[in-house]
């Protein structure tokens, strides 16, 4: 099957690399996605797996077309009973960038008619639109006149992991959290601290990572399982190797912030994710921090002041660097923000600088080396 894979912006790189670590093959990075081809094991895998993969896409159809006539013409010369019945039930998801097609949720409209309206002339009756857990769910993808049409075989998108069961003000993404984890290299081979954890999920998704625990091993339900070539038992051959491959991990994953309720939050949420023995949560302001051992991995997603309010955001800045400098000698700091302004006063040079975004936010991602004596800009 040819598939592709929708990631975030900036995070296409560690998704295609996750893709070749399951067997796929023909691999080749789009914007903010990657595509691939494999079998129904690779398939499954990738929904399983994959840490920074939203949805796992099958293209069954693509054409031009310049009006709704155009798109309901083509739409209908594709044969849906080949992907369900008339008992079964769909539901579109449709995104367009495009002037020919200014509103995504009227295409969606029109590729729904077009479907029900094949099955009603065929059978006399119609399948039911049902927008939470369908037979079939149709990604209608529209840019300009090009049109795409794939079945989503991922159904609610994979960053639900199942864990998140509250958050704090601004969650971060999971699938932004584990791209970052990946992102900074670490091989879970030293110690991981994450100083201003909120709901948890940065710490969370390092945890899975470092015990090559499958991100979606708790989903119970995806979209592949109402396909007309769902196998189970693949399926839970799928799911038993994974759950094989889960490893031991011999450092320490320590998660922290200042505020009892959002400490409340991730522990709940760790709870959930099964992880409570392998993450160390307690409540702690970050300049009381100490290092655990002689080298580590920080990864911080402070206040940026765009969502979250700050009295003085350029002194927090200065005393997260000014601390870490003084107390985490050897270990390497990541830190993400889209406040350029504050990160001015981390008085530390950086080593790399990646553009990601959190939500509608432009980011950077900075990572910063942790020497003897301290790396001064310059």
């Known amino acids: 099957m040819e598939l592709i ?42 929904n399983l797996e994959l840490r920074t993969a939203l949805r796992i896409l099958q293209p069954i159809a693509n054409f031009t077309a310049r009006n709704e006539h155009d798109l309901y013409k083509k739409i209908s010369q594709i044969d849906w009973s080949k992907y369900m019945s008339v008992d079964d039930t769909l539901a579109i998801d449709g995104t367009t ?17 077009a479907i029900v309206d094949q099955f009603r002339n065929r059978t006399g009756k119609r399948p039911n639109v049902r927008v939470h857990n369908p037979t079939l769910r149709v990604n209608l993808h529209i840019n300009q006149d090009q049109c795409s049409v794939a079945l989503d075989s991922s159904g609610e998108t994979l ?5 998140r069961r509250e958050s704090g003000e601004a969650p971060m993404n999971e699938v932004l959290a584990a791209g970052m984890v990946l992102l900074s290299g670490w091989q879970a081979d030293c110690d991981f601290i994450d100083p201003m954890c909120g709901s948890g999920t940065i ?46 991990f011999d450092y320490q994953i320590y998660a922290s912030d200042m505020d009892f309720r959002v400490v409340s939050i991730a522990r709940y949420n760790i709870e959930a994710a099964q992880l409570t023995d392998k993450i160390n949560l307690k409540r702690s302001k970050l300049e009381r921090l100490e290092a655990s051992s002689e080298k580590g991995i920080i990864i911080i997603n402070p206040p940026y002041d765009e969502r979250l309010s700050t009295d003085d955001i ?19 700091v990541w830190i993400i923000t889209s406040n350029n302004e504050a990160l001015k006063r981390f008085s530390l040079k950086h080593s790399k600088k990646l553009v990601l975004y959190n939500g509608a936010l432009e980011c950077r991602f900075v990572q910063f080396e942790l020497y003897a004596g301290s790396k001064k800009k310059g």
């Open 5 to 46: 894979a929708k990631t975030m912006a900036g995070l296409e790189e560690v998704l295609a690399n996750e893709l070749n670590s399951i067997g796929a093959q023909n691999i080749a990075i789009k914007k903010r996605a990657v595509a691939f081809s494999g079998d129904l094991k690779v398939l499954y895998r990738a």
């Open 159 to 163: 960053h639900k992991r199942g864990y």
């Open 314 to 332: 350029g002194g927090l800045y200065d005393m997260i660097s000014s601390h870490l400098k003084h107390n985490f000698i050897g270990y390497t």
């Open 203 to 248: 710490a969370t998704e390092a945890a899975l990572f470092a015990y090559n625990i499958p991100p979606l091993l708790h989903r119970k339900e995806f979209g592949f399982m109402n396909w007309k070539n769902y196998q189970p038992d693949l399926w839970h051959t799928v799911v038993k190797e994974a759950k094989d491959r889960i490893r031991t």
């Open 97 to 113: 960038h495009s002037t020919y097609f200014t509103h995504s949720k009227y295409a969606a409209l029109k590729t729904k008619d």
